[in-house]
């Protein structure tokens, strides 16, 4: 372990200070679960928010709150099976077992322990009172024998920074390596938070910030939506991206050319107050280096399997600095909450991202920069008069966000409080979402799933008749057939869900796809590896875990295999854990604008949903297994350069949403012995 690192992170970045000693003092305080504010040396500043009444509830537009975790979802108690933490998406009929949520775990699965987790917080943050003594002061010998002492010969400034190892803590079991394959990888050895449900972490964190790194500048030529760059000094008080924009997430070593953010950009941890953040999976230690609780409250949208792990979770926090938030889950349990999603509070503006990147820093590009992911930003205003408050008629995106974190159990005035904020330049976006469970109402089911995809199609004024192509890159294909790409298909040209529905319910079979498009398959394509792809990339198979395809969905007679093509980033030897749908008109002829989905579905029924009908009832009903949000961009205008399957047929999206993958895709072929031709399957090789 390096010198004065603390689970992974210094104690000085932890505090946001130089300050040593004070850092070390804040950090030896949260160890303890002591209020690290009653210090005398702790700045009025630091104090502030941290003493709320019990029960006050957070207001995103208030300096002074505490969250109210009494509505955090508590009445929706359900039970999960066990999960194998490299599967991602699951098999519709056949879902993974699943890890239970502790505050500290190894990742391997293992048999649940009968003892109550521990509720010191030193067991969240991996903290040592003894160890980070005797480290500091080895560190503070270190530094001066570094200044009497040259670097050693060859050691460039823009070489790649040492890996930090982590603290093991007697409260911490050892950590053993999980990989697809049972061997021991570079994504498998960072501990967990396990908060939303089993997680894939990751090698000892990687020091990404190097004062000697060269980066060249980011390019001037953005697209209409791109906002403002994040490179650029601004005020604390002026949102960088007022009208929004979509990037790739930063990667080690990849040049940067404008296009892409670091987590740091995300985040901009010195001006951060409030935080609430959904993802799939969490890495504990790289969460507290990249914020600094000290400073911001947290609030995680999470899983837990009943109330006594719930509590157990509030126990294992400092209430006054992380809440929870725990949606009700479909199905006994049986979903996942996929969905990533950020709300950050800063002085004067709120930033909501949509990722398709867990909070894991091989999802951020860290981790040696093997894995590639993309994210939606927008800064909102904040209203300067309840005038403006009360004014404000919500875009759909706003009313569509705020229903989803309503659905989710997240406290009511801290939803209210989303209104404070400007929603206006959201209008010419869209917020989909697929919400865990039955959806039995006409205005519930239209809501949610490809059916709440289609409608909010429709009402951008995205919708067509005319022929569309639908290009689909994602990180997990579950059992496809092609009534569910069928209806995706419809819903990109903004049919409400009913149109496959009736005629499936009916017997029609051909004129729910043959007769009105030939046949959905001559205008869809999915991006999905290769096994030459993976086994080529700068991870190697080891770094593919969130990669999951199975080889008996593959030979299935009812997969669609024409649509199949090898996904391969346009940064060389990365693996994309992205999730992104391009929609353009077929023909040149066509009226119809283009538009790309970005967000966490991957491509499966368990996140977009089945539209079934109801044996009691006789109506439509939709059932989703899991949680999942994204945003629609649409492009500015219907001009189509090119067709078929070239780059220059995206030139709509140039400037807008980065095309992350090589077009075209190398055909994957069912019986093709070329591993260039066949799909990675995560879980055999």
């Not at 890890?99 to 969240?124: D, F, M, R, W």
């Not at 990888?185 to 020091?207: H, M, N």
């Not at 929609?583 to 283009?594: D, I, L, N, Y």
Request: hydrophobic share 35%; proline share 6%; net charge neutral.
């Amino acid at each position: 372990m390096s010198a004065g690192s603390v689970g992974g992170w210094q104690a000085a970045d932890f505090n946001g200070s130089d300050d040593e000693e004070e850092a070390l003092r804040v950090a030896i305080a949260l160890s303890l679960g002591e209020d690290p504010g009653n210090s005398k040396t702790t700045s009025a500043s630091n104090r502030r928010g941290t003493t709320g009444a019990p029960g006050e509830t957070i207001d995103l537009t208030q300096d002074e709150d505490d969250y109210d975790d009494s509505k955090d979802g508590r009445d929706h108690e359900q039970t999960r099976p066990r999960r194998t933490p490299h599967t991602e998406d699951k098999n519709d009929t056949n879902p993974a077992p699943s890890i239970p949520l502790s505050p500290i775990q190894p990742i391997a699965p293992a048999p649940e322990s009968s003892g109550v987790p521990s509720t010191n917080l030193s067991a969240l943050l991996g903290l040592d009172r003894k160890k980070m003594e005797a480290e500091r002061l080895a560190r503070l010998n270190k530094r001066k024998a570094s200044e009497l002492s040259p670097p050693a010969a060859g050691s460039g400034g823009a070489s790649r920074p040492p890996q930090r190892s982590r603290v093991t803590s007697p409260s911490r079991s050892k950590v053993v390596p999980v990989t697809a394959g049972g061997t021991e990888g570079p994504q498998r050895k960072a501990l967990e938070l396990r908060v939303g449900a089993s997680i894939e972490s990751a090698a000892p964190t990687i020091d990404i910030v190097s004062s000697s790194s060269t980066v060249p500048p980011p390019s001037s030529t953005l697209g209409p939506h791109q906002g403002t760059s994040t490179h650029s000094s601004s005020s604390s008080t002026t949102p960088p991206f007022p009208q929004g924009v979509v990037k790739k997430t930063w990667a080690y070593k990849q040049p940067r050319r404008g296009d892409d953010i670091k987590i740091e950009e995300v985040l901009q941890k010195d001006k951060l107050q409030l935080a609430v953040i959904s993802s799939w999976q969490w890495d504990d230690e790289w969460m507290v280096s990249k914020i600094n609780i000290n400073r911001t409250k947290l609030i995680l949208v999470a899983y837990a399997r009943d109330e006594a792990q719930r509590e157990a979770m509030r126990d294992s926090v400092p209430r006054d600095r992380i809440r929870f938030c725990f949606p009700p889950m479909s199905n006994g349990g049986m979903g996942v909450m996929h969905s990533k999603l950020m709300l950050l509070k800063y002085e004067a503006y709120m930033r909501i991202v949509v990722p398709t990147a867990n909070f894991v820093p091989y999802d951020w590009g860290e981790m040696g920069g093997t894995m590639e992911n993309m994210v939606f930003i927008i800064d909102l205003p904040k209203f300067e008069t309840a005038e403006q408050r009360e004014t404000q008629v919500l875009p759909s995106f706003g009313e569509d966000l705020l229903y989803f974190l309503q659905a989710k159990g997240l406290d009511e005035k801290l939803i209210s409080s989303l209104r404070n904020y400007d929603f206006s330049e959201t209008s010419r976006y869209g917020f989909v979402h697929s919400i865990a469970g039955t959806h039995s109402a006409e205005d519930a089911w239209k809501r949610t799933g490809y059916c709440g995809l289609g409608r909010i199609v429709d009402a951008l004024g995205l919708g067509t008749r005319d022929l569309i192509e639908v290009d689909y890159v994602c990180a997990s294909i579950g059992a496809v057939n092609e009534s569910l790409l069928t209806s995706l298909y419809f819903a990109c040209q903004g049919d409400s869900g009913l149109k496959e529905y009736e005629a499936r319910v009916s017997g029609r079979k051909g004129t729910s796809s043959r007769d009105e498009v030939g046949s959905v398959q001559d205008h869809a394509r999915v991006y999905f590896p290769s096994q030459a792809t993976v086994e080529e990339s700068l991870g190697g198979i080891m770094g593919a875990g969130t990669i999951c395809f199975q080889s008996k969905w593959w030979k299935a007679a009812t997969f669609p295999h024409k649509v199949l093509r090898d996904c391969r980033s346009v940064r060389t030897g990365m693996v994309m854990h992205t999730k992104v749908i391009f929609v353009r008109p077929s023909t040149a002829e066509g009226k119809a604008r283009g538009f790309a989905y970005v967000g966490s579905a991957n491509l499966s029924e368990s996140a977009w949903g089945r539209l079934v009908k109801d044996r009691s009832s006789g109506k439509p009903k939709l059932t989703c297994r899991n949680w999942e949000c994204g945003v629609i961009i649409s492009t500015s205008d219907s001009a189509v350069e090119a067709t078929g399957e070239t780059r220059e047929a995206f030139g709509m999206f140039d400037g807008l949403v980065p095309i992350p993958m090589k077009i075209p895709g190398g055909r994957l072929e069912v019986g093709s012995q070329d591993t260039a031709r066949i799909p990675w399957f995560s879980r055999e090789s």
